[in-house]
């Protein structure tokens, strides 16, 4: 199985939105998958908050990665992600937080960090270990939950 290299771009209908590349409407084109791959979707989420929408061949969405905006965009965190069982373990998860990086990245140039949620499942303490094998990613350890803490910097 693959993940399709295409992305559509949704979003919502503020000035800042179609300036980013969204239709004013917040409507966009749909792409979906051959069979045996995923469809990657950005989708504006709220005003602040942007998802990177996995699906699959039949159009089922079976995931997402949700990323807040903050701080006039020099600041972004995680907000919260989702990935069928059955697409767990096979670098989809990574391969989506790769795609909200990109787009961060291309859209909001002036964000400086991507933080992670608390607390994180161990899936996705899989996923920002292995982001640090390609970008920078500090861990640290949060004494309250007891659980990683992950920073990624953009820049």
Not at 68 to 93: A, I, N, P, Q, W
Not at 132 to 142: G, P, T
Request: glycine residues 10%; aromatic residues 10%.
């Amino acid at each position: 199985m693959k993940l399709a290299s295409t992305i559509s771009i949704y979003g919502g209908g503020t000035s800042e939105g179609a300036s980013k590349g969204w239709d004013a409407r917040g409507r966009g084109r749909k792409s979906r998958a051959s069979s045996g791959e995923l469809s990657l979707t950005v989708k504006r989420h709220s005003s602040n908050n942007f998802r990177v929408l996995a699906g699959d061949f039949s159009g089922k969405e079976v995931g997402w990665v949700e990323i807040g905006v903050r701080e006039e965009g020099r600041k972004t965190h995680l907000v919260e992600s989702m990935l069928d069982e059955k697409y767990r373990g096979k670098g989809y998860g990574r391969k989506m937080y790769i795609k909200a990086i990109d787009f961060l990245k291309r859209y909001y140039p002036k964000a400086e960090t991507l933080e992670s949620s608390f607390p994180l499942s161990t899936e996705a303490e899989r996923v920002w270990r292995s982001l640090a094998k390609s970008h920078k990613v500090v861990e640290e350890y949060n004494s309250f939950e007891q659980r990683p803490h992950f920073t990624l910097r953009l820049k």
